[in-house]
């Protein structure tokens, strides 16, 4: 990829490009914890978002997609453009502009290998590219965690996406070997060792994308917030599930439904099965750890309700391997992906028995897409 980008650069443009890259991301476990102010858990993956790009002394961008085999003129002191992808681009201009950057035009060529529709955060590893090379090449001073929180109001602002922080967190922050223990609320973070020996990491996406998603994940903040609420009207100083424990929750459980006593216990349990897999990791004990991912799906189907068949008929096949240390379903959920831990002997047994069931059952193929975990955003030298 980075030789393709530097001739395409060369027959586009002329001259010689700086090289940058920043990876998609997985999330080991910590879901929809983020936006109820808990933890997650993610890494940045060896799947990445490469740029080649120079300053060209004009105000206008020119820019090609290798993936989407489209150049395009982009006016960075006029509108939002209409094409999807451009508006991560523009967006990151102008974030970083209204912190005070001078940010000027430039000539670029990108690509890369995150799979798409997968949730592993392509448009977080578009801006966070961008956004860590614009800050080298104009020299504008950002720190890695400006240019996350860059990212992330470039969705709010110029996508239309009111994400959180941890895609673009991950993308900047990832290192080799190490995972991300995310504090939402304050943003303080904590490198946690990931090497398996003898282990890998796959997921296996079910291709498939509920419609019900976006207007459930909604419903699921709503009630969240319901359960805060009524808990913050007898406890001083609550303001999210993160003040709340079990034992406090248990003590208001007759002033809430049982729908939303779930979502909420959910959340609060999550949060500590994120740190007592932390603690597991330290102690290089993955068994325990893949024994925390399966608590993390059995939470996320039974309690927040945001599993689907497909999802969870996979881990249900990798429940009958014993070299498969742990399985849940990755993202929002009705949908995408599940990551798996997998002893490497059980990895082709493994692969091959959910791709002949799963193809039985629904009539598809499910995607197997590997992952390492890797470094963050960087220069190419």
Request: hydrophobic share 40%.
């Amino acid at each position: 990829m980075i030789d393709r980008i530097k001739e395409e650069f060369k027959k586009r443009f002329g001259g010689d490009a700086e090289i940058f890259v920043a990876p998609g991301r997985v999330n080991l476990i910590g879901e929809h914890t983020d936006y109820n102010l808990g933890f997650v858990l993610p890494g940045a993956i060896d799947k990445a978002i490469y740029l080649g790009i120079k300053p060209n002394g004009a105000m206008n961008a020119r820019i090609y997609s290798i993936d989407y085999d489209t150049e395009m003129s982009l006016d960075l002191d006029g509108d939002n453009p209409e094409r999807q992808w451009a508006k991560y681009i523009f967006g990151v201009v102008q974030e970083m502009r209204k912190r005070g950057a001078v940010v000027e035009g430039f000539d670029c060529v990108f690509g890369g290998d995150v799979p798409l529709g997968a949730g592993l955060s392509s448009s977080a590893a578009l801006e966070s590219v961008f956004g860590f090379a614009l800050n080298e090449i104009y020299g504008c001073g950002f720190s890695r965690a400006d240019l996350a929180r860059i990212g992330q109001m470039t969705e709010h602002n110029y996508v239309g996406v009111r994400c959180g922080i941890m895609d673009q967190f991950a993308s900047l922050f990832g290192k080799d070997g190490q995972v991300i223990k995310l504090d939402c609320r304050s943003l303080e973070f904590e490198m946690v060792p990931f090497a398996p020996v003898g282990m890998r990491l796959v997921l296996i996406d079910t291709m498939v994308k509920h419609s019900l998603a976006s207007s459930e994940y909604n419903v699921r903040r709503e009630q969240c917030e319901e359960g805060v609420n009524i808990v913050a009207g007898h406890v001083p100083g609550v303001t999210s599930l993160r003040d709340i424990t079990i034992d406090m929750l248990d003590r208001f459980k007759g002033e809430m439904s049982n729908v939303v006593y779930r979502r909420c216990a959910f959340v609060i349990n999550e949060n500590q099965r994120l740190l007592d897999g932390c603690e597991a990791l330290r102690m290089n004990d993955y068994e325990v750890f893949g024994h925390k991912m399966y608590g993390s799906h059995d939470g996320l189907s039974n309690e927040y309700q945001v599993s689907c068949r497909e999802l969870d008929f996979i881990v249900g096949v990798a429940r009958k391997h014993t070299g498969v240390l742990g399985a849940r379903m990755m993202g929002g959920g009705f949908g995408g992906c599940v990551i798996s831990l997998v002893n490497d002997d059980a990895y082709a047994g493994y692969i091959n028995d959910v791709q002949s069931k799963f193809k039985a059952e629904f009539g598809v193929s499910p995607r197997v897409i590997d992952v390492v975990i890797g470094d963050g955003a960087r220069q190419i030298q």
